[in-house]
């Protein structure tokens, strides 16, 4: 059986961001067990040139939901990036889960060679669905996922490889 966009995207996606949600659970767990102010760590980077914790998972959330509308060439609802919160940060993640629930498989299955523009910082990136989503969509979600894994690590949150990975 090939393996579809759909497949490679919406399912990941979903998957990545539910870990990127336990991770912020056992964040928010730590700050309150540690009595830690829970903005501290929403707050928190790994370099002073970084994103915030807070940004990674706004920065997840919209890596994810571009990328699904732009590979099935419809348009992506606007998220405002105001979470200044752990529950904000889990309602933002739900909402883009929700999101992916009213984009139909068929609307990304056999878009492999559309046209895909991503304009950034005055550049225009030209790919077709299939190249944008496995070389620059993908690696670009799971890079502020795993950022976002490490500014709870670095910032003491015990979480570890599985937590990140989940279960299988």
């Known amino acids: 059986m090939a393996l579809s966009m759909y497949d490679l995207s919406v399912p990941v996606f979903t998957r990545g961001l539910g870990q990127l949600a336990h991770l912020l659970e ?3 767990v730590h700050a309150r067990a540690e009595n830690v102010d829970p903005a501290t760590l929403v707050n928190a980077r790994l370099a002073p040139d970084m994103f915030t914790l807070a940004r990674q998972v706004q920065s997840a959330s919209d890596a994810s939901k571009l990328a699904v509308a732009r590979i099935a060439g419809i348009t992506a609802p606007p998220f405002a990036d105001t979470e200044t919160t752990f529950e904000e940060l889990q309602a933002r993640i739900a909402k883009t889960l929700d999101y992916f629930k009213t984009v139909e498989r068929s609307e990304l299955d056999g ?4 046209p895909v523009v991503v304009k950034t910082r005055g550049h225009e990136l030209h790919f077709t669905a299939e190249r944008y989503l496995l070389q620059f969509a ?3 979600f799971f890079f502020h996922v795993t950022t976002a894994y490490g500014v709870l690590r ?3 949150v015990p979480v570890g490889k599985l937590d990140y990975l989940g279960s299988f």
């Open 26 to 28: 056992k964040g928010l």
């Open 138 to 140: 993908l690696p670009n």
């Open 111 to 114: 878009s492999e060679a559309r």
């Open 154 to 156: 670095h910032s003491g």
